[in-house]
């Protein structure tokens, strides 16, 4: 299966960090999604319901994140992708989240999993 839906770019202020100094503040991650959906199905009822809904996606990898309020970026992804997959019942997807201002001299540095058996 080819078809996909994708969210690239999510922006969620949260705690995030393995230092006690980071543990006082939110920082930014920046999540691209993308995920194996059949889009044949909405794609001829042009029913939301039959879709992998991008927005409600959106709010729950928001909701997830600021939730769990994670020290690492690999904890972080490995709950986010089973929470999907759980949620949504996406059967593979591939999740990355960037941490822009962890590293001065990178734009960003971050982890990228793939999980799940390819439709
Ligand atoms: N592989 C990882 N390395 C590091 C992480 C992480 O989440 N995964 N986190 C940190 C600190 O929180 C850092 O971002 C503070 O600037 C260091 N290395």
Redesign the pocket.
């Known amino acids: 299966m080819a078809d996909r839906v994708f969210i690239e770019g999510l922006e969620v202020e949260t705690v995030?960090?393995?230092?006690d100094w980071?543990r006082d503040i939110t920082q930014r991650l920046v999540i691209d999604l993308d995920m194996d959906w059949d889009n044949r199905v909405p794609g001829a009822s042009d029913d939301v319901k039959d879709a992998l809904d991008y927005a409600a996606v959106s709010d729950c990898v928001i909701r997830c994140l600021q939730a769990l309020q994670?020290?690492?970026?690999?904890?972080?992804a490995e709950v986010l992708a089973a929470e999907l997959q759980r949620a949504f019942g996406i059967e593979f997807l591939r999740l990355s989240i960037r941490?822009p201002?962890?590293?001065p001299a990178a734009s960003a540095?971050g982890?990228r999993i793939e999980r799940g058996r390819r439709l």
């Open positions: 995030v960090g393995v230092y980071e994670p020290k690492l970026l690999e904890h972080a941490k201002g962890a590293v540095v982890v």
